[in-house]
């Protein structure tokens, strides 16, 4: 399928106004829409928060009153399908319909149970032209936690440890501090952004670590201390609506995730500035991974990995 740069312009915008949404559209999952006629946007809205209106009924409800006439030649550009059933607010497939689109543009497919293809089927029943797939990467990625709890019934997991620069993520068995004010300020923005964070029992009881958002703004995750005697349930936490989990915990509990290919993000926070002569050896990345960010901040290096 041939995708214009126009498409692709305006779907990037979508994926802009999505991600507002970041902090109040969960459990529900980011989303933009843009309304477009004779290449002049004319309307556009996103997800502010669960329970409220969805993306398209913003852009729609943005649309003023003198080019209301312009919507049966227009187009939306959605970075997800439009819902067709009925949850805490109507179906957007059938406002659309009802307004009378001519063409619709799909970022990608809802995995959702109640959507999976629904919305499409019915925007194409009432003659509207669908084009689906456009950015489609980048339309799973900003929605992967929300992608993944439902394809696999389990949070997204991401994996976050820091090292010295030779390696290691303590001092000699002691905790060291190896992010600077600044990075330890990201890292409390990174929990503020997700629903839980585990730690294992040892180094909640060697280090105490209160687990908060502190140096950041936003809920905090809620605590998670595991061992032996207390596993992890990944059903219990998608029975309550746990989307992603943060795990920073020791060696063996970041080892213990690895070992069971129980992962999809892992964050790796480097100081080049630091170095142990032993302690503790950071876990070991597997062996099919791929940089889709690396972020420098003086002698700090952040670089998450995802699968190949």
Known sequence: MAISREDEMYMRRCLQLACNGRQNAKPNPMVGAVIVCR????????????????????????????????????????????????????????????K??????????????????????????AGIDVTVGVLEEECQWLNRRFFVFHRFHRPYIILKWAQ???GFIDDHGRALAISSPFTQMLSHKLRAEEDAILVGRVTDEREHPLLTVRHWWGPDPKRLVVDRQHPLNLESLYAHNIQSLVVEGGRQTLESFLVQDLWDEIRVETNAALTVSAGTRAPLLPGKVRVVDKQVFGEQTIITYARQ
């Not at 049966?72 to 319909?97: N, Q, R, W």
């Not at 689109?101 to 629904?118: I, K, N, S, T, W």
């Open 164 to 166: 010295t620069a030779n």
């Open 100 to 125: 009378g689109l001519r063409r619709v543009v799909v970022g990608c497919v809802d995995p959702f149970a109640e959507v999976q293809g629904r919305g499409i089927r019915k925007l194409r029943d």
């Open 39 to 98: 290449r002049r946007i004319i309307g556009e809205g996103y997800h502010v928060r669960c329970g409220e209106g969805h993306a398209e009924v913003n852009a729609f409800a943005s649309v003023r009153p003198e080019d209301e006439h312009l919507l049966p030649e227009a187009t939306m550009y959605v970075s997800l399908e439009p819902c067709s059933h009925f949850g805490k607010t109507p179906p957007c497939a059938d406002l659309i319909v009802r």
